[in-house]
C-alpha cells in the first residue's frame, strides 16, 4: 500500500451539509434537538444520543470534569468510516478504551413513527428527506466497503457526532492556535532545510525509536494499526512505496503540515520538535519490516 501519515481531518472528501446543533456549555443539560426540517437525520441522531444516555459520558464545552470527554468540535474530525469502526468496536480502534459498543443501532432500523413523534413536527416531508440524507451516510460508508442492510439508526447517530462544532472558547482557541502555527511553520520550514539542525540530530539519536514509537501508539494506530501495519483508513507503513517521499525532510514535512487534502490533518500543535523527530525515526525503523506478496 502507497503510505503516508494518514490522520483524517475531514470526511474523506464526501461532503455532508446537516446544520449544526445548539449546545449547552454544560456536561449533560441544554443539548436541544436540531430543526428537522433542515437536517432531519442529524435530529434522529440526536435523539439517539440522547435515549441511549450518551451524554452521561460527554459535554459539549471546554470544561475537564472528571470521567467526561468532551465533544467539542468533535464534527469533521473523522472519516464516516472511523466513526462508525469506532462506534461498533472501539477497542478495535483505540486499544484499551472503556467505550461501551454501540453495535445494536446496526440492527435497529430508523423508525418514521419514532421520528414523527420523538422527533420531528410532524412535517411527513421531514421523514423523506431523513431517508435521502441517510443513503448519502450509507453510500459514503460503501465506498469504504462498509455495506449495511437497510438505513438503520447508527447512520442518524453517525450524522450526528459529524456536525458537532466548536464552542465559542474553541474557536478561540483555535485562532490563537493557526496564528502561532503560521508563524512556527515558518520558522520549521527555514530549520528542516539544514541537515545540521537539533531535529534530525533526534532522528538518529539513541532511543528516539522507542519513544517514537510510544508516541505513534498513542496517537496515529487509528489509521495507521499498532505496528504501522495500515488499516482500512490508513495506508501500510511498513513497506517501502512513498507518496509524498521517505527521506527525512519529508516526513518531516508530512507530520508537521499534513495532507489535507488526502485527509491528514497538521501535527505541529500536538507534538514538539523533538517528539516529531522522534516519530519520524519509528517510522523509518519499520522500513526493517518491509512485506512482500510471494
Not at 545540521?196 to 514509537?213: L, M, Q
Not at 498513542?218 to 504501522?228: K, L, V
Request: charged residues 20%; aromatic residues 10%.
Amino acid at each position: 500500500m502507497a503510505k503516508f501519515l494518514f490522520v483524517i481531518l475531514f470526511i474523506g472528501g464526501i461532503s455532508m451539509s446537516f446544520g449544526f446543533i445548539n449546545k449547552s456549555e454544560g456536561a449533560g443539560n441544554g443539548i436541544s434537538v436540531s430543526d428537522s426540517s433542515a437536517n432531519p437525520l442529524v435530529s434522529y441522531g440526536e435523539y439517539v444520543f440522547r435515549r441511549d444516555n450518551c451524554i452521561k459520558c460527554h459535554s459539549f464545552s471546554q470544561s475537564n470534569l472528571p470521567g467526561i470527554i468532551s465533544l467539542d468540535g468533535f464534527g469533521g474530525k473523522y472519516p464516516l468510516s472511523w466513526l462508525y469502526n469506532y462506534l461498533t468496536t472501539p477497542q478495535a480502534i483505540k486499544p484499551g478504551s472503556i467505550k461501551i459498543s454501540l453495535d445494536h443501532l446496526e440492527n435497529a432500523a430508523l423508525n418514521k413513527s419514532t421520528f414523527m413523534y420523538e422527533v420531528s413536527q410532524k412535517n411527513p416531508d421531514d421523514w423523506w428527506q431523513l431517508i435521502r440524507e441517510a443513503n448519502t451516510v450509507k453510500d459514503a460508508l460503501a465506498k469504504d466497503f462498509i455495506r449495511l442492510k437497510g438505513l438503520p439508526e447508527i447512520l442518524a447517530l453517525i450524522a450526528y457526532l459529524n456536525q458537532i462544532p466548536p464552542s465559542e472558547a474553541l474557536q478561540l482557541k483555535i485562532a490563537q492556535w493557526e496564528k502561532e502555527s503560521n508563524e512556527r511553520g515558518e520558522q520549521w520550514k527555514i530549520m528542516i532545510e539544514d541537515p545540521n539542525t537539533e531535529v534530525y540530530k533526534v532522528i538518529k539519536a539513541k532511543g528516539s525509536v522507542a519513544k517514537g514509537k510510544i508516541l505513534f501508539q498513542d496517537n496515529c494506530t487509528p489509521c495507521h494499526g499498532r505496528e504501522g501495519e495500515g488499516n482500512s483508513i490508513g495506508p501500510d507503513l511498513t513497506d517501502n512505496i512513498w507518496i509524498h517521499g521517505g527521506s527525512d525532510k519529508a516526513i518531516l514535512t508530512t507530520i508537521y503540515f499534513g495532507k489535507t487534502e488526502k485527509g491528514m490533518r497538521p501535527w505541529n500543535n500536538d507534538f514538539s520538535t523533538e517528539q516529531i523527530g522522534q516519530i519520524v525515526a519509528y517510522i523509518k525503523s519499520l522500513e526493517d519490516k518491509k512485506r512482500y506478496i510471494l
